[in-house]
């Protein structure tokens, strides 16, 4: 039967997103769809970004909306008792871990409780349903171990990764007290075309189309020395929804399991758009300059500077190879050129 008449003999399977406007709350609800879900998304009425991203994909029209906010727990009760949905999957969250340190109760709130309060509406008013939780490598925090693995003890070094830390111990809590069927990934970075415009891959973009198309404003960052494990978004979701297809719940990492600083992203993405960039300089004095044209491109702002930093992340994916089939199959180098052309074409 196809995706259709699966809808239409009620045979779908029925799945609600929290946080859909989000990046991966847009890839998800597309690769749903693709497999014959009806889906349901939670939207707050104050959302920063509407349905833009879901728009953008041509899906907007495919999936019902219903009132949701994390710091609301009658929200989160309805959505949940009147839904009785086969899955949960909870993307929504205080996602910059910049802006955790401005707002640490709110960031809390949301992360941490904000997974519980769900955890505890699934086990009173729809045990059924499956539970996915966007547990995060910032966890790791001060690495203990590289690469990363499921049992790498954590050492979070944000609110934001403390307060998920929270949502992940509540997840494995509500799996072993109660029995339900929840799964924590543990994803490293993942970014693309719909990633936010405050992490430091789409502001390097943007910022890349932007002076690619005339302007000699230079993109000003904070740390470059921070190391990260890229990936793609789309990859990504795909290995939630893998997780939730399995038997019992577990906790898996998804990772490239290689590691980039920030210059070799800037590089790959100006290459795209026609720059190449040295670099000169050192700490708040450092630049990248397009040898070409001589325009400064990069520049340090400590503003952008973090209380404490993650230096190091990158993981080891082998458990989710093993037992989902899951790799990540865009490299950085394509994700970074990939980008920057989506950026620049978009601003033409
Ligand atoms: P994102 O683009 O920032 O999306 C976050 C979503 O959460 C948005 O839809 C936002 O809605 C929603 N939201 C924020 N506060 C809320 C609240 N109080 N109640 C209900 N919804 C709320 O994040 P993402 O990159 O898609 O990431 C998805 C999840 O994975 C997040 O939980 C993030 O922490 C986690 N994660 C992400 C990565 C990554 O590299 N992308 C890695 C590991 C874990 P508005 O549109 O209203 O703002
Ligand atoms: N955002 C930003 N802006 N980061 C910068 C900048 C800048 O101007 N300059 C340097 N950085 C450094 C940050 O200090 C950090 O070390 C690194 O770039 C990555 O920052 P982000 O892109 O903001 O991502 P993140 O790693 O802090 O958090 C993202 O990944 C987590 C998974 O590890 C978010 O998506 C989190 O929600 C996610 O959990």
């Given at each position: 039967m196809d995706v259709a008449g699966l809808r239409e003999a009620k045979l779908a399977k029925k799945a609600l997103i929290t946080g859909i406007t989000g990046q991966d709350g847009a890839y998800l609800s597309q690769l749903l769809l693709e497999n014959g879900y009806e889906v349901h998304g939670g939207v707050r009425r104050i959302s920063h970004s509407e349905t833009v991203r879901l728009v953008g994909l041509g899906i907007d029209q495919d999936i019902t909306f219903h009132d949701f906010d994390l710091s609301e727990q009658n929200s989160i009760v309805r959505a949940i008792r009147e839904g009785q949905y086969d899955e949960v999957y909870n993307?929504?969250?205080?996602?910059?871990v910049g802006s955790s340190w401005d707002q640490p109760l709110y960031t809390s709130d949301v992360n941490s409780m904000g997974t519980l309060r769900i955890l505890d509406a699934i086990r009173t008013y729809s045990p059924h349903s499956r539970f996915y939780q966007a547990s995060t490598?910032?966890?790791?925090?001060?690495?203990?171990?590289?690469?990363?693995?499921?049992?790498t003890p954590l050492y979070p070094r944000s609110p934001y990764g403390v307060a998920k830390v929270f949502g992940h111990l509540m997840t494995r809590n509500y799996r072993e007290s109660?029995?339900?069927?929840g799964s924590s990934g543990i994803l490293f970075n993942h970014e693309s075309p719909l990633r936010g415009e405050e992490f430091v891959t789409r502001k390097i973009t943007m910022g890349l189309a932007r002076i690619a198309h005339g302007s000699d404003r230079p993109i000003e960052l904070g740390n470059m020395d921070a190391k990260r494990d890229w990936g793609y978004a789309k990859d990504y979701v795909r290995g939630m929804y893998l997780m939730l297809q399995q038997d019992e719940g577990d906790e898996y990492v998804l990772a490239t399991g290689r590691t980039h600083t920030i210059r070799e992203f800037a590089t790959w993405a100006a290459a795209e758009l026609g720059m190449t960039l040295a670099w000169e300089g050192e700490g708040q004095d450092e630049v990248a300059r397009d040898t070409s044209s001589g325009k400064t491109i990069i520049k340090v702002n400590p503003?952008?500077?973090?209380?404490?930093?993650?230096?190091l992340l990158v993981g080891n994916a082998s458990k989710a190879r093993d037992?989902?089939?899951?790799?990540?199959?865009?490299?950085v180098e394509e994700l970074a050129r990939m980008m920057a052309r989506s950026d620049y074409d978009a601003a033409t």
């Open positions: 993307l929504a969250a205080q996602s910059f490598s910032e966890m790791y925090g001060l690495v203990q171990e590289v690469p990363q693995r499921e049992d109660f029995g339900l069927h503003a952008f500077y973090r209380p404490a930093e993650v230096d037992k989902l089939g899951w790799e990540a199959e865009v490299s």
